[in-house]
């Protein structure tokens, strides 16, 4: 009987502790902390670029003695110049960007010569000055390679005009003969101007200075075709080039509206408690 009762006793203590168990409240589970996260860089931005522009002249021609008679210079070469431009441009997406931009190409010096007869000699070598300078309008698409850290390298095209701007040439003609027979006086011919079809190739890298702005260092390629450069005077002319290459290093900066607003927080679904 004695162990009858005992028994009965050991199951309701057990039965007892079963139920305050599962009346009892689940612990809490700790909540992680939100993550917050950048969205991703879309949208529109300005940029501003300065280099250094060697340039590559293909060449220039103009009329000797009358508009028959079309030869080439037989020296023609372009000095370097510095270039300054801007643009504004949208941000797609993590991959690909487009811009329009205006640059400004400095006084790039012309130094030519040309031989032949001139009034003083049959045998002449003239000396030719002037100087060009160039706006740029052009219309660009890059496509960004990925980000590597806060670097992110980039290729791209263009394609536009540029207004080609030439100066006075100034033309003086020597005897080269050796006899000394001394040089005609100087002839200046008007410059003139005109817009050329223009194309572009750039490769580069952007790096992340902050969420919204970005440091742009570069390379450009810049054909620029050919037109027309001085005018007629006193049985020469008129000139035209034959267009000239431009080998651009550029650094810059490019200011993105917008590209510090974080992604909108999405609070993680409730735990599930298991009893």
């Known amino acids: 009987m004695k162990r009858s009762l005992s028994g009965i006793f050991a199951a309701l203590l057990v039965a007892s502790n079963v139920y305050a168990a599962d009346l009892a409240p689940p612990e809490p589970v700790p909540e992680m902390p939100p993550e917050v996260t950048v969205s991703e ?52 997406n993590s991959y690909l960007r487009t811009d329009v931009t205006l640059d400004y190409f400095g006084k790039a010096d012309f130094h030519g010569s040309t031989t032949g007869s001139c009034g003083v000699s049959t045998d002449c070598t003239s000396n030719d000055i ?17 980000t590597y850290g806060y670097v992110t390298p980039y290729v791209g095209a ?30 200046t011919h008007g410059g003139k101007g005109n817009w050329r079809f223009s194309y572009a190739l750039m490769a580069g890298a952007t790096i992340d200075v902050t969420c919204n702005v970005k440091a742009d260092v570069g390379y450009r390629f810049l054909h620029v075709g050919g037109g027309e450069m001085f005018g007629y005077n006193e049985g020469g002319g008129p000139g035209r080039d034959k267009g000239f290459n431009v080998h651009e290093a550029r650094i810059g900066a490019r200011y993105l509206f917008g590209g510090c607003a974080p992604a909108p927080y999405e609070p993680p679904p409730a735990p599930i408690v298991y009893k």
């Not at 931005?45 to 002249?57: A, H, M, N, P, S």
């Not at 009358?66 to 643009?87: H, I, K, M, P, Q």
């Not at 006075?168 to 001394?182: F, H, K, P, R, Y």
């Open 41 to 92: 860089a879309t949208g529109w931005y300005l940029r501003g670029d300065v280099g250094y522009g060697f340039t590559d002249l293909r060449g220039a021609k103009y009329f000797q003695g009358s508009n028959d008679n079309e030869v080439d210079f037989t020296t023609a070469d372009l000095r370097d110049a510095f270039t300054v431009g801007g643009g504004v441009g949208y941000q797609v």
């Open 158 to 187: 263009g394609i536009g005009g540029t207004y080609v701007k030439w100066n006075n040439l100034s033309n003086t003609s020597c005897d080269a003969s050796g006899g000394g027979l001394g040089c005609d006086d100087e002839v």
């Open 130 to 146: 002037s100087s060009l300078t160039a706006w740029s309008l052009m219309a660009n698409a890059y496509v960004d390679l990925g």
